[in-house]
């Protein structure tokens, strides 16, 4: 039997083995996706009632949000046009996303000057913090009056405890602290020359690597080889700087630091190599340690449709 054959074997095993998981996966994705969405609406409704808005323009904001959306549904999408129009459907769909998100990247580095790309595009709303200064600055407000001479704010002491009393009058301080804080720690910092390069290198590379794989084919070594340099030369680039970053610009960077690891589950490394130990490794576990089977074994049985969703593992 050829390595042709004993792909199509492994293929079929392994489709019977994760049938039954195919459908509630896809489910599962679709309430992943929609959850999504609503905390984007619902965050948007909330900053607008706090008056909390983004420190952007009002179009860079709808890029954001596009952006946003693309990153919430591209997993779904996919796994919804290989349903309906099988593999090149689903080929085309992810080739299409790709594209749609490298423009709106391109649009956001060089057009709005954005700095680092961060994932997700627009951080979500911190609901207790937020809620809380609206519900300590609405007491201040309510129990408090302005001296039409001074401009000094007064709050009868009859209306609060005394401990109340004691930390009202930091409560606005502090919430206008805190914004100015945010502000900065949310303003992009400027790319010189090669932090451009390098970041213009890291949102081209998926679309490198989808006309490497449509040219050297899916078990060619040559768009993993590519792919990685790409990515670990936009790293280097970029790691002269993480001083000067803010607190979201670092986060991404060791975030995109751990996504190098993912270079081991990706195909052609993983079927030749990673595959088989990793199994091993799983299995040896499951036998060995008391109730680890019930993560490894489930492990065990997603890799495989892991391995086949592209956003999942090259996304």
């Not at 959850?35 to 706090?50: F, W």
């Not at 207790?128 to 129990?143: A, C, K, N, P, W």
Request: with cysteine; hydrophobic share 40%.
């Amino acid at each position: 039997m050829d390595s042709e054959e004993q792909t199509q074997e492994l293929e079929k095993d392994t489709q019977s083995r994760t049938g039954r998981f195919s459908a509630s996966h896809e489910l599962s994705e679709l309430v992943y996706s929609a959850s999504n969405l609503l905390v984007l609406l619902n965050d948007d409704i909330l900053r607008k009632a706090l008056s909390r808005t983004l420190p952007m323009s009002l179009s860079q904001q709808r890029l954001l949000t596009w952006l946003s959306v693309l990153e919430y549904v591209e997993v779904f999408t996919e796994m919804a046009a290989a349903k309906l129009w099988r593999e090149p459907g689903r080929w085309l769909v992810v080739v299409l996303i790709q594209i749609a998100k490298a423009i709106l990247r391109i649009l956001l580095l060089f057009w709005y000057k954005s700095g680092i790309q961060t994932s997700p595009p627009i951080t979500p709303l911190d609901r207790d913090t937020q809620l809380y200064d609206r519900e300590q600055g609405s007491m201040v407000e309510d129990v408090s009056f302005v001296g039409q001479r001074s401009g000094r704010v007064v709050r009868p002491l009859k209306s609060a405890s005394s401990l109340q009393s004691q930390l009202w009058s930091s409560l606005s301080r502090e919430s206008k602290q805190r914004e100015q804080e945010d502000h900065l720690q949310t303003s992009p910092t400027h790319l010189g020359l090669q932090e451009t390069i390098a970041e213009s290198l890291y949102i081209t590379r998926p679309i490198v690597h989808l006309a490497a794989l449509g040219l050297c084919g899916r078990r060619s070594w040559k768009p993993w080889l590519i792919s990685g340099i790409l990515e670990i030369t936009s790293f280097s680039l970029l790691s002269d700087t993480t001083k000067t970053l803010n607190r979201r610009e670092r986060a991404e960077m060791r975030r995109r630091a751990f996504l190098l690891l993912y270079y081991l589950l990706r195909s052609p490394f993983y079927d030749r190599y990673s595959e088989a130990k990793i199994l091993f490794l799983l299995r040896f576990l499951t036998d060995y340690i008391p109730g680890v089977g019930l993560v490894a074994r489930p492990l065990m049985e997603y890799l495989p449709i892991w391995q086949k969703i592209y956003f999942y593992n090259w996304g």
